[in-house]
């Protein structure tokens, strides 16, 4: 398995910017699809993003797709969410995850295998 690690997170107003990272340890950060996910409070956990494992192919879900672009850098073993037009509703935990699944469009939760401890976004008014 791979051990993944968000930052990037932080407070910022509607409208603003942010790049979350995670960071994967382990030398098969390559072989993995990647993920992003978020959780409101008193939400479930929703897809955001995934990228294949040769950033050849990116999935973005519809609330956001126009203002989030996911990204990797193997050589970094680091996959990016980059987060413009930020909107209250964005508020959530962030968390990036790790897949042997190919992404083909709106991923589960359950398609994925590794987890971050998530990262806090919060957008105000």
């Known amino acids: 398995q791979v051990q993944l690690v968000e930052s990037g997170g932080g407070l910022v107003q509607a409208g603003g910017s942010l790049r979350l990272s995670c960071a994967a340890s382990?030398?098969?950060?390559?072989?993995?699809?990647m993920g992003w996910f978020r959780q409101a409070p008193g939400k479930e956990r929703e897809f955001v993003a995934a990228?294949?494992?040769?950033?050849?192919?990116?999935y973005c879900a519809d609330s956001v797709k126009g203002r989030f672009t996911i990204s990797r850098d193997n050589a970094k073993n680091t996959v990016y969410l980059q987060m413009n037009s930020l909107k209250p509703e964005d508020t959530a935990v962030y968390y990036c995850?790790?897949?042997?699944?190919?992404?083909?469009?709106?991923?589960?939760?359950?398609?994925?295998?590794?987890w971050g401890p998530g990262t806090q976004v919060t957008v105000s008014s």
């Open positions: 990228i294949s494992w040769s950033g050849s192919i990116t």
């Open positions: 382990g030398r098969t950060f390559s072989s993995y699809a």
């Open positions: 995850a790790a897949t042997m699944i190919k992404p083909s469009g709106l991923m589960r939760s359950s398609d994925f295998g590794s």
